[in-house]
């Protein structure tokens, strides 16, 4: 008789200035902030994806491989806000749409087409650093849904049309968003994703 082993599954609304990992080797990285230290997760778990330090929001969590794999390598739809520097014409919406050359490791990569509109001002948490206020000119929120997830890859779609992102929040990953969560808030989920 085999053992099925019971795993667990968490959204976690990553914060500001944590990075995605629970240890490192690092020596220069003590005075780095890691997930373990905001939730009591069960030995084993491990994040499925990463967010870059900078940046925040949905970050799924678990203690199944074969769970990180199917998300990571499914063309499973990740929504972002970005608050981007300026005022995003819907020319650079309709590049962001159509796909992008950026940079990957140094290499020429075009992205996927994606799905991009302006929103309001998403409520959000407030960030633990203040990005900037009115006096240094307009910003846009936008939505942007990819089914891929290459290294700062939103962040390098919005400079390349001329928008940099100034703050960046995953709110979706497939059906788990981050509503009604506070930054570094962990909940339990089902496998639905």
């Known amino acids: 008789m085999t053992k099925t082993t019971q795993h667990n599954y968490f959204k976690l609304f990553k914060p500001y200035k944590y990075v995605s990992q629970f240890i490192t080797n690092d020596s220069k990285a003590k005075r780095k902030r ?6 009591p997760f069960p030995e084993g778990t491990m994040a499925v994806g990463r ?4 940046s925040e929001g949905l970050l799924l ?6 769970f990180s794999n199917r998300i990571n390598s499914a063309g499973i739809e990740k929504e972002y806000y ?9 020319a650079a919406i309709q590049q962001l749409e159509q796909g992008v050359e950026i940079s990957i490791h140094g290499k020429p990569y075009t992205t996927k087409p994606c799905i991009v509109h302006r929103i309001d001002e998403p409520q959000l948490p407030e960030r633990g650093q203040k990005i900037r206020d009115a006096r240094h000119g307009p910003t846009t ?18 400079a390349v049309v001329g928008f940099p992102t100034l703050r960046l929040v995953r709110f979706r990953i497939g059906k788990e968003t981050i509503e009604n969560m506070k930054a570094g808030q962990a909940l339990r989920i089902t496998t639905n994703v």
């Open 141 to 158: 929120w936008l939505s942007i849904t990819v089914t891929e997830g290459k290294f700062r890859q939103v962040r390098k779609m919005t």
């Open 34 to 39: 890691f997930l373990g230290s905001l939730y």
């Open 82 to 90: 970005a608050q981007v520097d300026g005022i995003a014409t819907d």
């Open 61 to 66: 969590l678990t203690t199944d491989g074969a």
């Open 51 to 54: 967010l870059d330090e900078t």
